[in-house]
């Protein structure tokens, strides 16, 4: 996994996003055909592959939806990652195992979209996701996200605590892990035809990680539905953890005794382990990890890594005791 270098970065775009700035936005989206305003705003963008790009036509039924209130107990210490460039580098090997996968992505329909919910459970059950959003406590929050690769990027969520679907679908006190899992449609994925991967996409947490106040599903993404690219109509967040946790395009939650292998750590369970913890001081085997490269308003910054990407107050309780678990890779 190759890191490109990236010039000119450097898009105008405010730094913080109080909902102010998302409801101009979105003013201005219905207004004056923001596609084309977007593209024009990227012209700084690495070229060809960008300026070709397309949203898809269709309406989300969730639009109106967006933006909610932020969560002011996630705070950031830097600036917010531009959103062109946030929706435009991304990892979702569904549609290819290159960053460019935005325009291939638009071809995941995401409506209707079911969660099924199954496994150590009350009632197995089957979720749809307007059903789910309507019930959901919604909300914003900041959040940085270090993917393993050494790169980062500091982003908007919208979406509710993961423990508030937990107390929705009632698990059995038996269960230990959550599974989460992405859809299934090689048809319109075509990495999906790649057989050598183990699909479909597959994670998970324990009880103690899902249920802690920072794991999150996200839903939207600055201000609006979250985009096909970056896990519409629902992925994890898991800020602590590096990006391959965070499950993108959920459709399947199994509430289960054993620990489940990931995607991964099925292909190389050397590099990628179950519990992921970001942390400087633990090198993954081929690159180390004590510094990252975050993209910013003002392009791309070397910064430290942080423990737990910043997030020790909220979760290095969660691993007392599990000091002889490989935590951090
Ligand atoms: N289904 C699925 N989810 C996925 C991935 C993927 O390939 N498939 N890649 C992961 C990795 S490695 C990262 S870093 C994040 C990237 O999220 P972003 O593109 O929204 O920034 O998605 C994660 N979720
Ligand atoms: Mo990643």
Not at 46 to 58: I, L, N, Q, Y
Not at 68 to 74: G, L, M, P, R, T
Request: net charge neutral; glycine share 8%.
């Amino acid at each position: 996994m190759l890191i490109k270098r990236n010039k000119g970065w450097e898009i105008p775009e405010s730094q913080a996003t109080p909902e102010a700035v998302f409801l101009n936005r979105r003013t201005m989206l219905k207004g004056v055909g923001a596609i084309g305003g977007m593209i024009a705003a990227g012209a700084a963008l690495p070229g060809a592959a960008f300026a070709g790009h397309k949203e898809s036509d269709e309406v989300d039924p969730s639009a109106h939806l967006y933006p909610v209130a932020q969560n002011e107990i996630f705070k950031l210490d830097r600036p917010l990652t531009p959103e062109k460039f946030a929706t435009h580098y991304n990892n979702y090997y569904e549609f290819g195992s290159q960053k460019e996968i935005y325009q291939l992505a638009q071809n995941l329909p995401i409506r209707p979209w079911t969660i099924q919910v199954d496994g150590l459970v009350e009632k197995e059950m089957t979720l749809d996701i307007d059903d789910l959003l309507a019930r959901m406590p919604l909300e914003e929050r900041l959040y940085r996200h270090r993917c393993v690769e050494a790169w980062s990027i500091a982003v908007p969520y919208s979406g509710f605590p993961l423990k508030a679907l937990i107390d929705l679908v009632r698990p059995l006190g038996s269960a230990k892990y959550l599974v989460m899992q992405t859809f299934e449609k090689p048809e319109v994925a075509r990495g999906q035809k790649q057989f050598w991967y183990p699909w479909p996409y597959t994670d998970g947490l324990t009880m103690a990680e899902a249920t802690n106040d920072l794991a999150f599903i996200a839903t939207g993404y600055y201000g609006k539905p979250i985009p096909r690219q970056n896990g519409a109509p629902l992925r994890l967040a898991v800020p602590w953890k590096y990006g391959f946790k965070h499950v993108k395009g959920i459709a399947r939650m199994t509430f289960s005794e054993q620990r489940p292998v990931s995607f991964w750590e099925e292909i190389q369970a050397a590099e990628y382990g179950f519990w992921a913890n970001v942390n400087p001081e633990v090198s993954h085997p081929r690159w180390s990890q004590a510094s990252e490269k975050f993209y910013g308003p003002d392009g791309l910054k070397r910064v430290p890594t942080q423990l737990y990407n910043g997030y020790a107050e909220f979760v290095a309780g969660l691993y007392d005791g599990l000091e002889k678990e490989p935590l951090y890779m």
